[in-house]
């Protein structure tokens, strides 16, 4: 097995529950991890001016008494501390956890930054003195980030990421949202423009009739509605749930709204449908939160795809992760994004995927390549072949099923459960290839784990 760096734009944090015997059933958390969900504070330059990004992974030990962590970064240069905080997004708030430190500050890192294991004994300010479960419920709740702190520019965080956790299997789904996944329409600007962020997180109930929603948002000014709107990634399409209504609001850094959804809270084309309607599409990948603020984005400043805590594994594409080659301009020039997961069979001979990506021109080319993040590897599994560049992609780019039949270079005539190995490794990732300016690679993104159950398969 290769032990290889592993970095990305995407924390990820396994199952959080206090009894360990629900803990293998426990979908993971994720938090996405850039200097745009950063909080000015006294020393800090202005959020979002940072490329950096970073990977945390998390896993809750069987007694849910301690969390083995692994903190990686990736063109972060200073680094002198990284905590984790309590508070929800857009607010800072004290150290809890220690992650990282160092008397002086680091040169540049693309890779490893830290690892070991928390436990209660390692709990500092607020939670000092205090029992292992009560990190374990702040997680939950949304109240906790990991933030990793530089010099001289950044005292006071460089790159920050909302822990957020799944509720798990079925009953768990969560929404990361940017400007640049909005989509252009009449009187909205230019997806992309906005440094808003925000948090949508639901957790469905023991008897699957309803969602309970949470909805944070950071750098936010003038919000006047909040919706679950049904399409893919990179098209827009009607609101099925209203989530927010109000008179435009000054900026919010924290809570715009929670509640409970149920099927009389469905309109549009869902409305009268049973409840059931909304949770196929959010597991199909055709739901996702939109926020509209006045008056330059009332159709929307930041939007994010609903996931789905059942997935097996799950890959989160930008510009910002991919590596410098031979012929491709500088990494994080492209706004472009994009998302695939991946699901096994149920027989576990197969790995079905989807690949959509948005605000993207030219491509030729995608992949599954094998190394860890921050450095580039050899082609195992073709997603997308084209012998002529597209246009403008801003929604599925492919779709189909893997087997051992279609692995390629260095996994040619091997098993598929090799290739499996490798992913839950850390050590896969996906790229998107374009031409003139990207043919090595335009977006990337690791392939992580979405689920504890390692598909009931041993490595």
């Known amino acids: 097995m290769r032990r290889l760096l592993a970095i990305a734009s995407v924390l990820v944090i396994s199952a959080f529950t206090t009894a360990s015997a629900t803990a293998s059933r426990q979908g993971p958390a994720i938090a996405n991890l850039t200097g745009t969900q950063e909080v000015i504070t006294t020393g800090t330059s202005t959020p979002g001016t940072s490329l950096a990004t970073g990977l945390a992974t998390f896993r809750l030990s069987e007694d849910g008494q301690a969390i083995r962590y692994r903190l990686s970064v990736s063109h972060l240069t200073g680094i002198f501390q990284a905590h984790i905080h309590l508070n929800g997004a857009g607010v800072n708030g004290p150290v809890v956890v220690f992650l990282f430190k160092s008397d002086q500050p680091t ?17 500092v300010g607020p939670l000092f003195g205090h029992p292992f479960s009560e990190l374990l419920t702040e997680i939950r709740n949304g109240d906790a980030y990991v933030n990793v702190h530089t010099q001289p520019n950044h005292p006071g965080g460089e790159i920050r990421g909302q822990v957020l956790a799944n509720a798990g299997e079925d009953s768990g789904f969560a929404a990361h949202l940017t400007g640049t996944q909005e989509v252009i329409t009449t009187s909205t600007s230019a997806p992309g423009t906005s440094l808003a962020t925000g948090m949508a997180t639901f957790r469905l109930s023991d008897d699957g009739q309803s969602l309970q929603y949470r909805l944070t948002v950071s750098h936010l000014t003038g919000a006047f509605a909040a919706h679950i709107h049904l399409n893919g990634a990179g098209v827009n399409g009607p609101v099925v749930v209203p989530l927010f209504s109000s008179a435009p609001l000054g900026e ?28 196929t599409d959010i597991r199909s990948g055709d739901a996702y939160v939109n926020v509209h603020t006045l008056p330059s984005h009332p159709g929307g400043e930041i939007r994010g795809q609903v996931v789905t805590g059942d997935e097996g594994f799950k890959a989160s594409l930008t510009g910002t992760g991919e590596v410098i080659t031979s012929g491709s301009s500088t990494p994080g020039t492209s706004l472009a994004t994009g998302r695939a997961v991946f699901w096994m069979d149920e027989h576990g001979g197969a790995l079905h995927f989807r690949l959509e990506a948005h605000n993207i ?21 073709f997603l997308f072949s084209s012998a002529t560049p597209t246009g403008t992609i801003n929604g599925l780019l492919s779709q189909g099923t893997i087997t051992a039949a279609n692995l390629t270079g260095p996994l040619a005539g091997h098993s598929l459960q090799e290739l499996l190995t490798d992913i839950r490794s850390g050590d896969a990732y996906v790229n998107v290839h374009t031409l003139p300016n990207h043919p090595g690679g335009e977006i990337r993104g690791q392939i992580i784990m979405r689920a504890d159950n390692q598909d009931n398969q041993s490595d």
């Open 252 to 279: 919010v850094n924290g809570l715009l709204s929670q509640g409970t959804i149920t099927a009389a809270s469905l309109v549009g084309p869902l409305f009268g449908h049973p409840f059931s309607e909304l949770l």
């Open 107 to 123: 040169g540049e890192v693309n890779g490893l930054l830290s690892q070991g294991t928390i436990t209660a004994a390692n709990f």
């Open 361 to 381: 021109t030219g491509v030729f080319a995608s992949h599954i390549h094998l190394n860890g993040a921050g450095v580039n590897g050899p082609v195992v599994v």
